[in-house]
């Protein structure tokens, strides 16, 4: 399904929730504001996948999604911060 870009904050809340929803996701989703800060530090556009560790560092960046995704490289990353505890 295609959305139009948010103009605004509470419409983004929205469509956050929504594919929260409709996904069943049950991690915690964090939405960027409108300037797209977080991304933008993150250099994560349009997408990147990660892994924070528990220390709040980051444990694994992939490329630069859609294309760039390696889920098999990002559960493997997964896997070792995980047997390390």
Not at 43 to 57: E, I, K, Q
Not at 65 to 71: A, M, S, T
Request: charged letters at 25%; glycine letters at 8%.
């Amino acid at each position: 399904m295609k959305l139009a870009q948010p103009k605004t904050f509470d419409k983004r809340e929205e469509i956050a929730g929504s594919c929260i929803s409709d996904l069943k996701l049950t991690m915690p989703v964090l939405v960027d504001d409108m300037q797209d800060t977080v991304a933008s530090a993150y250099n994560a556009m349009p997408d990147r996948l990660f892994v924070v560790g528990a220390d709040g560092r980051i444990a694994y960046r992939g490329a630069r999604g859609p294309r760039g995704f390696d889920v098999a490289e990002m559960e493997a990353a997964l896997g070792t911060l995980l047997a390390a505890k």
